[in-house]
């Protein structure tokens, strides 16, 4: 079995994502009473036996469970217009995190494509007693956080990072995406103050 850390729903192993909020499922301990060795427990809906009020989703092609919101293999959004999967796409602008204040040093500049932000990117800002708290990109699924472009806005999102970050005083480590307004703070694990610039 698998858990949605955000929901606390417990869903079968064959799901990658959260159908509700799109979150990534972590594994559980089930006590060992799965099937007999050698034989795997699948339970995959058919293309013949989807219902009415399932959706196929526009990315991959899964069936998803009624009223999910999130495909439960790609975490793409579902129930978008057009068919197109939530994503990647133009927003007409830019972002900029800068450090300190609005018009501080640019560390990241974000337009049209999805970015991981991880310690790599402050390098040149940061002390090393800093920087070793915030997490590296591609290290795990473990990068700091992502800034994704959607439907005219942007986001952030942090799913796993090791120390947590903060948007506006919260931390929102697993939590799912939250939508960055001009002005916002974002502080990677605590440790500098970057602030949001839409242009």
Known sequence: MKKCGLCDEEYKDHLDACPDCGMK???IDDGGGGPPSGEDEVDEPDQE????????????GTINPPQAN???????ELGTEGGQPAGP???G???ALNIGSADGKTVLQVSDRREEVGREDFVSHLSQDDLKYISRRDEDDKQQFEIIPENGKYYILDENSANG???NGENIKGRGKKELSDGDVIKPANQVNLVISLQ
């Open 93 to 95: 602008g830019q972002l």
């Open 49 to 60: 036996d989807t219902k009415p009020d399932q959706e196929e989703c526009p990315n991959c």
């Open 25 to 27: 499922l972590e594994k």
């Open 70 to 76: 999130y495909c439960i293999d790609c975490s793409t």
């Open 165 to 167: 970050t903060w948007l």
């Open 89 to 91: 796409q133009d927003t």
